[in-house]
């Protein structure tokens, strides 16, 4: 089993819809969570950073950890052509960090 | 945005000739990272700095050997270049290592013919 599972997509929606992104990872030690977004040809840019369980909020973004179910999300509200990206979910504990391989999402105008 | 300078950003070189990548950082951050970027592989770490003169390996350093000089300053270098070495490379920056975040370069691309 992989330590950090991503779907890869692609996923395409609607502008205006409600995005929701979602990982899994299997190590119980990870206590970091992270959020990358990745345009084309560009490196990954960090958009949220979580710490254990819990939601964290950042305008139209929302991460979300269940350390009881391993599951991490984002949630992108009021989508924009602009979020057309890759996103990658990444855990990590004190000695590693684990990248998810990537979600490519496409808003459609 | 992250103080984070790759050169170059783009290099075609020959099969079997030595390729030095460079990451240059204005952050003063302790850590310093190198990945690959692949299909279906996603981010593989190849070699890691955790101060000046000190690095370790990663999951993908067989070919690759880094040096740290200088806190702002970490080089990646290709030996000896082959076709498997194809690829998207990019730098990151950690102030206090995993656990914190991490900040990446906008990338190297480079193709071995």
């Known amino acids: 089993q992989k330590e950090v599972e991503q779907d890869p997509g692609p996923l395409s929606v609607p502008e205006g819809a409600i995005v929701s992104l979602n990982c899994t990872y299997s190590?119980?030690?990870?206590?970091?969570f992270m959020w990358y977004r990745q345009y084309s040809r560009k490196g990954p840019e960090l958009l949220m950073y979580t710490y254990s369980s819990g939601n964290k909020e950042d305008g139209r973004f929302t991460a979300q950890v269940d350390k009881s179910s391993k599951y991490i999300s984002l949630f992108i509200r009021d989508s924009q052509p602009s979020d057309s990206a890759t996103y990658l979910c990444?855990?990590?504990?004190?000695?590693?960090?684990?990248f998810g391989k990537g979600t490519r999402l496409h808003i459609l105008p | 945005d992250a103080g984070i300078t790759q050169s170059p950003r783009h290099k075609v070189t020959e099969t079997g000739t030595p390729v030095t990548l460079r990451c240059h950082q204005t952050?003063?951050?302790?850590?310093m990272y190198w990945y690959r970027q692949d299909p279906g592989h996603g981010l593989r770490l190849i070699h890691y700095?955790?101060?000046?003169?000190?690095?370790d390996k990663g999951e993908v350093s067989d070919g690759y050997s880094v040096s740290r000089s200088k806190t702002e300053d970490f080089l990646l270098t290709l030996e000896s270049a082959t076709s498997s070495q194809t690829s998207v490379y990019f730098c990151?920056?950690?102030?206090?290592?995993?656990?914190?975040?991490?900040?990446f370069g906008e990338g190297s691309w480079l193709t071995v013919v």
């Open positions: 700095s955790y101060g000046v003169k000190d690095t």
């Open positions: 990151a920056i950690s102030e206090s290592g995993y656990g914190n975040t991490i900040y």
């Open positions: 990444a855990s990590s504990s004190y000695d590693k960090i684990i």
């Open positions: 952050e003063n951050h302790r850590y």
């Open positions: 190590n119980s030690a990870f206590q970091y």
